[in-house]
T-cell receptor, first 113, second 115 residues
Framework: NAGVMQNPRHLVRRRGQEARLRCSPM?????VYWYRQLPEEGLKFMVY????????ESGMPKERFSAEFPKEGPSILRIQQVVRGDSAAYFC???????????FGPGTRLLVL | SQELEQSPQSLIVQEGKNLTINCTSS?????LYWYKQKYGEGLIFLMM???GGEEKSHEKITAKLDEKKQQSSLHITASQPSHAGIYLC???????????????WGLGTSLAVNP
């Protein structure tokens, strides 16, 4: 049973470009969280999605950031017009409804030049 | 808002020594999670505690949650170089059962084990 997959593992973008981060949850998991880990800071919750629904986006900046989890395919975190402050490690975690444990992917490390 | 404090911030121990990492919440917890992160990698789930006074062990790692459900400790016995990494505690601050399990995190404890 494959774990949570994230790609790309590393992403370099120039200011103003778009970044697309993908997360494939574990098989059978229909809940996905996205967290961001800024340098020298802890993990921060961004958004919680179930299949085709955004449940809680209270941690996600209102502008430039969006997330989706379609019926088919991976969850996508999209950052438009990236700025240097977006440089961070972005982790997704999935869990199966009814269970408590969140399983994390290896993360995508975004560097904005 | 809920805050989670971890201590110590960093720790260097000699192989074979025991160590304890603490995690304190400003509010009562619905659940407390311990994860380990190796440098530059993802988070590996260690243990989850939910009941006051609960204690769980896996190999040489023991985690406890106090009766008030506001403080947890992670104890490693006879540490090995493979234990090195960043230990993170995550708090589930829900006041009642529900599906939103977003976690609030401590800043982590960086552990180095010298052979």
């Amino acid at each position: 049973n494959a774990g949570v997959m994230q790609n790309p593992r590393h992403l370099v973008r120039r200011r103003g470009q778009e970044a697309r981060l993908r997360c494939s949850p574990m098989k059978g998991h229909s809940h996905v969280y996205w967290y961001r880990q800024l340098p020298e800071e802890g993990l921060k919750f961004m958004v919680y999605l179930q299949k085709e629904n955004i449940i809680d986006e209270s941690g996600m900046p209102k502008e430039r950031f969006s997330a989706e989890f379609p019926k088919e395919g991976p969850s996508i975190l999209r950052i438009q017009q990236v700025v240097r402050g977006d440089s961070a490690a972005y982790f997704c975690a999935s869990f199966k409804g009814g269970q408590e444990t969140q399983y994390f992917g290896p993360g995508t490390r975004l560097l904005v030049l | 808002s809920q805050e989670l404090e971890q201590s110590p911030q960093s720790l260097i121990v000699q192989e074979g020594k025991n160590l304890t990492i603490n995690c304190t919440s400003s509010k009562t917890l619905y659940g407390l999670y311990w994860y380990k992160q190796k440098y530059g990698e993802g988070l590996i789930f260690l243990m989850m505690l939910q009941k006051g006074g609960e204690e769980k062990s896996h190999e040489k790692i023991t985690a406890k949650l106090d009766e008030k459900k506001q403080q947890s400790s992670l104890h490693i016995t006879a540490s090995q170089p493979s234990h090195a990494g960043i230990y993170l505690c995550g708090a589930d601050g829900r006041t009642q059962a529900g599906n939103n399990r977003k976690l609030i995190w401590g800043l982590g404890t960086s552990l180095a084990v010298n052979p």
